[in-house]
């Protein structure tokens, strides 16, 4: 995949309805590779597979001598797609294991500089982790081994290693899955035609064809998934998107976020001033309803209506976030676009309904839509520090206070939004490289 690679997912939907056998043929495959994840799960998720999935073709070829892929009688490409399928997911595992060790790491105060410093190096070193996670010797060589032993020459290296393993074993949790309600696919197990699709069965030579909607044809590794109740499925195909260049985007803007606006720029432009009301309709809705349905879970027949009404809210929502991304970046047409790294999830006070709204505030997803369609237009978007950055005058740099909208500088008697001063200090901090 090239590294700026844009892809987005199309999908492609079954033209009639799937026969009961052979939705259930389909539904066996999802088991079998459902078995094979949580296989490998179990046998490479823990500190002993470690060493073995960094490419993952160790774990490829003792899967192959397992003989589990006989036992299933599962095709070769459905098998070790699922391989290297629980082989990311187990690679995502260690990675948010490592993350949560760096928090503890920064936070913990019994560590002096020195000691951070050792286990930091040793957390980059994947050789090095590796061998000190297993209570072994670390062998490297060159730089990074003088490097390494000067380290070691400053630190007690036995008691920071002990607490490298204690936290790993505290934070490491094999991965695990019950879903059986897809399976991913390569070119080789399908076939385009006759506007449909053909997929490999489990029987030799035998290959279920399906006819869609569409007679969109692809050659990449693509995702089935099942929806037996409703006798359907999905094919999710991931499509390579060309970046595009428009005439007329330069300049820097800063950027500020929030709720009750989604943007503000640091000329004072606002951007998503409706998002508040999308957003609490749809907290509003989870707030009432859901909590009755959990009461009655195991007897309710309106979770499906629920699940049916929030993902409607849901879908409105995000229509509502694209077009307001689109709209600002039209008007604005950046060359270079500056926004504050945004802090925790955190509870806003005692109102319940506030909290749930915080709760639910889709900052994550308004982050990844819009890098998305900043690389799409060849717009950099640079995060920058964003400590302070609200509390502090965009004019005199001093301190000032908060009244509402309105943001106060005593020193400076400068008086202006809120949002744009927040917008403005984060394009100061991204002309000054602090990001």
């Known amino acids: 995949m090239p590294p700026n690679a844009l892809y987005k997912t199309a999908y492609q939907y079954n033209k009639e309805p799937i026969d009961t056998k052979d939705m259930e043929r389909l539904q066996e495959i999802a088991r079998d590779c459902c078995k094979v994840r949580n296989y490998v799960y179990e046998r490479y998720g823990g500190i002993g597979g470690l060493p073995k999935i960094y490419p993952g073709y160790t774990v490829q070829n003792e899967m192959t001598r397992s003989g589990l892929r ?41 560590l002096t500089r020195k000691d951070r410093h050792y286990l930091r190096f040793v957390m980059k070193q994947s050789r090095c982790f590796e061998a000190v996670v297993a209570g072994e010797e670390a062998e490297l060589s060159g730089e990074w081994a003088k490097t390494y032993q000067s380290l070691c020459e400053a630190v007690d290296t036995h008691r920071l290693n002990q607490y490298l393993r204690r936290q790993v074993r505290r934070h490491l949790v094999k991965p695990y899955t019950a879903a059986a309600d897809g ?38 590794q693509i995702y089935i998934r099942l929806y037996p109740k409703e006798g359907s499925l999905t094919i999710n195909v991931p499509i390579e998107v060309r970046q595009k260049h428009p005439l007329g985007y330069q300049g820097e803007i800063g950027l500020a976020m929030g709720m009750r606006c989604m943007f503000v720029t640091n000329r004072g432009a606002a951007y998503g001033e409706q998002y508040l009301e999308y957003q609490s309709a749809l907290t509003d809705y989870v707030r009432e309803r859901l909590p009755g349905h959990r009461r009655n879970a195991k007897n309710n027949p309106g979770m499906k209506k629920y699940n049916a009404g929030k993902a409607r809210l849901e879908a409105a929502l995000h229509a509502y976030i694209n077009a307001e991304i ?73 301190m ?15 008086e202006l939004l809120e949002r744009q001063n927040t917008a403005r200090n984060i394009l100061k901090r991204g002309a000054e490289k602090k990001v």
């Open 183 to 220: 399976f991913s696919s390569s070119p080789k197990a399908y076939r385009y035609a006759d506007h449909g699709i053909y997929l490999s069965m489990k029987e030799s030579r035998k290959r279920l064809f399906v006819p869609l909607t569409d007679n969109n044809r692809y050659a990449r």
């Open 326 to 398: 689109n709209r600002m970046l039209e008007t604005e047409k950046p060359g270079v676009l500056y926004y504050p790294k945004l802090p925790a999830a955190a509870k806003a006070g005692k109102n319940k309904k506030i909290n749930a709204t915080v709760h639910m505030w889709q900052r994550g997803y308004i982050k990844s839509r819009l890098a998305q369609k900043c690389q799409e237009r060849s717009i950099q978007l640079v995060e920058v520090f964003g400590k302070g950055i609200s509390t502090e005058c965009s004019y005199c740099g001093a």
């Open 70 to 110: 006989e036992r299933l009688g599962l095709p070769s490409v459905y098998f070790y797609l699922s391989i290297f399928d629980a082989l990311g997911d187990i690679k995502s595992q260690w990675t948010r294991t490592k993350k949560r060790i760096e928090k503890n790491i920064q936070a913990n105060e019994a």
């Open 400 to 414: 000032g206070s908060k009244d509402g909208d309105t943001f106060r500088c005593a020193s400076c008697g400068r």
